[in-house]
């Protein structure tokens, strides 16, 4: 118990003190975490510890990371991806591999181990790439897509790779290619805390190919089903309790149990996990999943980080200084050469192109996987392994220096809307605007009018540099990530009003405001008729279309022009404004989500009986719309006149 | 020569038939302003410096209007509401109105005797336009006797309308040309088309 304080202590302090330290330097918390690794090495191995079984654990933040991505990709979105994930993930792998094996056998390794080689040093780092991209919002950019894709690919090609190594291995070639899947493999291995015998996990080993492929699509297909079926009811039974630990201890029974279920039919759980948040993306729990697992991802990559800082040898890399800061460089730039060739054939643009370039020119962690794989099945002898080891560590830990060269050099010469990291939020106001184009421009004006207070987001680096000339307080970031609406002050805000211009980011921010504040107000911008309803779904009642009401406006005039008097034309337009109100409310009423309207047969018949009664006005009245002030103006009748009389002559008779 | 402006409020005009004849009859009366209240403020949007110049313009007001519930259609009130403010139309240095006169021109859906004790309306017209009477003193205005259409319900089958837009028309002109007298109209409480021409003086110089 004594170790585990102390460990965890040491850990936790050396995040705490470097981490910040780092970002100050402009650093990213990667490289603070690396070095903080390092900085606690002599201490570590002073306490013997043993940091690879740490690092198998903490590699769990992995897992938890593809899940977040997953929830942050929708179905629609993965498919869209498929040429970069197999096109360029596949070359990337491929390409990479054959050179560093011609490389490696140039230098005299015999073909076997050059070829282990290869595919050791194909893989670059998910846990870092993924972590800065995020840390710099550029997850969602072109290079950030195409670095993720190839992430992604080799995530699914770590599988093959590991059946095929031991095969390398010279003798007993049949029984080795079963230890693959089995025994020490990847997945157990790298997942389970070091549980180095992980072998009962793996159920369906000795099966035979086709009922381990039947398995393996039926772990796939349940974690569909389940998926999409029984989180809501899940979700919905947890809430009773209303103990908000145990959405979190639901989740991460959700994330381990299929990383439990990937191992047990020999797949990655990374890529379980991913393909869960994949299906759950479109869910309206997605945040709350988001909310619950990141801490626990920040963490356990934090500590994967450090163990990676604290493995390095520097006793061997002092030993072998020349020869292993050549192999790293050289390495890198191969890396980076090939993915730069890529780019150019995938047409990836612009700062994209060096993002892609640069972010994934290392070696990553399942280099250290492959390698102690490697060595337990006789494929590279261990005296090449460990300096492997070292050339896998420098790289990753070289990584966060090109990022940072990225940044400082290749990023400001392309447009800098993508390379910006956000503000720094200090202001709190009443009122925070997201987006500040055409639409929220006109609102942050109308209310810093008439003195109210106002935060202002957005993520036009122009736009903002214009208006910040002129003392406006408006603040860089992407207002659909709860971290900035938080640092924006959303929990003590009166109001959010989204104004900004892409319909999916508006319906998003809508649904995680209903989800996580909903005793703020929103006004939401809509952009059509359909995304009204959308809006509605997601609990926002108050609703503007961007152009209804300058179309009505133009009616208007138009109606005025024809020379209908001007408070008759603005009558009707105050009439056509209600009724169209009226009608769009009532059909939201109908409207579900998903389904298109016209398959919608609530929605149909309410749409034709309004088109009906719209249409016997017109028939009726010569109007389309029922002007029913009109009354209060038009003279009363005869009828009218006889009964007041009648009445006034009662009276006087009493 | 008396400066006049004519402000004609109306907010169904479509549905008007004495209203609009008033209207199209006063549009031949020269050397006027006339302003159509609700097509300058269809959204109530009053411009008070421009409707202030416009009282400094003239001497004789005139507001025409149906009358609803005993009063104008509603814009007249925010109209009044926001011009004549204190400063301007009355209190402390609230002289700018001073010697000017206000007439209303009114046309009522009850019959004349209706606006009598007897009458379902149970008072006189004039008892329902103290407020707008009051309003006029206050500014140190004179307030006209008003030019009224009673029974406008039936005025269309009566054929009453074209006489009563007429007189109307005739009533602008003499007071424009200052051929209205003024003595005799204060007697009547209020001015119908039957009045006209004992109220207008020096009528062989109009022809």
């Known amino acids: 118990m004594g170790d585990f304080l102390l460990l965890a202590f040491i850990f936790l302090a050396a995040g705490v003190i470097a981490v910040p330290v780092a970002s100050r330097l402009g650093l990213g918390s990667v490289l603070g975490y690396l070095l903080a690794g390092i900085a606690i090495s002599p201490l570590l191995s002073a306490l013997n510890v043993d940091i690879i079984s740490i690092q198998h654990f903490a590699e769990f933040g992995v897992v938890m990371m593809l899940f977040l991505v997953g929830l942050e990709l929708e179905p629609k979105l993965l498919w869209e991806m498929r040429t970069k994930l197999i096109g360029l993930g596949g070359l990337q792998v491929g390409l990479t591999a054959v050179a560093v094996t011609a490389i490696a056998m140039a230098l005299g390794q015999p073909w076997s181990v050059s070829l282990a080689i290869g595919f050791v040093l194909a893989l670059s780092s998910t846990a870092i790439v993924l972590q800065t991209l995020n840390e710099k919002g550029l997850m969602k950019s072109d290079g950030g897509q195409s670095s993720f894709s190839v992430l992604l690919f080799q995530d699914i090609a770590v599988i093959p790779i590991l059946a095929v190594l031991p095969l390398l291995a010279l003798p007993e070639v049949v029984e080795l290619a079963y230890m693959a899947i089995e025994g020490d493999a990847y997945a157990d291995d790298a997942h389970h805390g070091g549980d180095d015998h992980g072998t009962s996990l793996n159920l369906i080993a000795g099966l035979p190919g086709w009922a381990q492929m039947l398995a393996t699509l039926g772990a796939i297909g349940a974690v569909i089903v389940v998926g999409n079926v029984l989180t809501r009811p899940l979700f919905r039974f947890i809430a009773w309790a209303r103990l908000r630990e145990l959405f979190t201890a639901a989740a991460l029974m959700g994330v381990t149990g299929i990383a439990l279920l990937m191992t047990a039919v020999g797949l990655s759980p990374a890529l379980g996990t991913f393909l869960a948040g994949v299906v759950l993306a479109n869910s309206e729990y997605r945040h709350e999943l988001e909310s619950d697992i990141d801490p626990f991802r920040g963490l356990l990559l934090g500590l994967f980080f450090i163990t990676v800082g604290a493995s390095v040898d520097f006793a061997l890399l002092a030993a072998n200084l020349g020869p292993i800061l050549a192999v790293t460089f050289g390495l890198m730039a191969l890396k980076a050469g090939i993915l730069f060739i890529l780019a150019l054939i995938f047409k990836i643009q612009g700062s994209a192109r060096w993002l892609f370039t640069l972010a994934l020119a290392q070696a990553g962690e399942f280099g250290f996987v492959l390698l102690s794989f490697t060595t337990q099945n006789n494929v590279i002898p261990d005296a090449v392994a460990d300096q492997l080891l070292l050339v896998v560590a420098l790289s990753m830990l070289l990584t966060p220096l090109l990022f940072i060269i990225f940044d400082k050099v290749i990023a400001p010469r392309f447009s800098e809307t993508s390379a910006r990291e956000p503000d720094e939020i200090e202001a709190n106001g009443g009122v925070i605007i997201a987006g500040h184009g055409r639409f929220g421009g006109i609102v942050n004006r109308m209310l810093r009018g008439a003195g109210f207070n106002t935060t202002v987001l957005d993520y036009s680096s122009e736009q903002l540099e214009m208006l910040r000339t002129f003392g406006f307080e408006v603040f860089f970031g992407d207002a659909t990530r709860p971290d900035l609406l938080h640092a924006a002050g959303i929990e003590s805000a009166k109001m959010l009003v989204i104004c900004i211009d892409d319909r999916e980011h508006i319906t998003t921010l809508a649904k995680y405001m209903k989800a996580h504040h909903p005793n703020v107000h929103v006004v939401a911008r809509a952009v059509d008729r359909r995304h009204v309803y959308e809006l509605y779904a997601a609990g926002v009642r108050d609703i503007i279309r961007e152009t209804f009401d300058s179309g009505v406006r133009a009616g208007r005039s138009a109606y005025e022009a024809l020379g209908v008097h001007p408070f008759e034309a603005e009558r009707l337009a105050r009439q056509f404004t209600a009724d169209d109100r009226h009608a769009i409310r009532q059909l939201a009423e109908v409207y579900r989500e998903g389904v298109p309207v016209s398959e919608n047969p609530e929605y149909v018949a309410l749409a034709k009986k309004l088109m009906e009664e719209r249409e016997s006005q017109m028939r009726g009245g010569g109007r389309g719309f029922n002007t029913r002030d009109e009354r209060g103006w038009v003279p009363p009748g005869k009828n009218d006149l006889k009964a007041i009389l009648s009445e006034h002559a009662e009276r006087k008779g009493e | ?207």
Not at chain 2, 81 to 86: F, G, P
Not at chain 2, 126 to 155: I, N
Request: proline letters at 5%; aromatic letters at 12%; hydrophobic letters at 35%.
């Open chain 2, 1 to 207: 020569m008396t400066r006049v402006i004519l402000y004609y409020a109306h907010p169904g005009q479509r549905f008007s038939h004495s209203n609009k004849a008033m209207w199209d009859e006063a549009k031949k009366v020269d050397g006027i302003t006339r302003v159509d209240l609700y097509a300058d403020y269809p959204r109530f949007n009053i411009d008070i410096e421009r409707e202030q110049q416009r009282l400094l313009d003239h001497d004789l007001i005139v507001l025409q209007s149906p009358l609803f519930w005993y009063s104008t259609p509603s814009l007249v009130k925010e109209w009044i509401d926001l011009t004549l403010e204190h400063g301007f139309a009355y209190g402390h240095e609230g002289t700018q109105l001073k010697g000017k006169t206000l007439l209303m021109a009114l046309t009522a859906a009850g019959p004349h005797d209706a606006y009598s004790e007897e009458g379902y309306q149970r008072y006189p017209l004039r008892t329902f336009l103290t407020p707008f009477e009051q309003t006029a003193r206050l500014c140190g205005m004179g307030f006209a006797s008003p030019y009224v259409l009673f029974g406008s319900l039936r005025a269309v089958e009566d054929r009453r309308i074209p006489p009563h837009a007429e007189g109307y028309r005739r009533l602008l002109e003499a007071y424009r040309d200052d051929r209205v007298d003024e003595a005799a109209a204060s007697k009547l409480d209020v001015v119908e088309a039957e009045h006209v021409n004992a109220l207008i003086k020096d009528q062989s110089s109009h022809g």
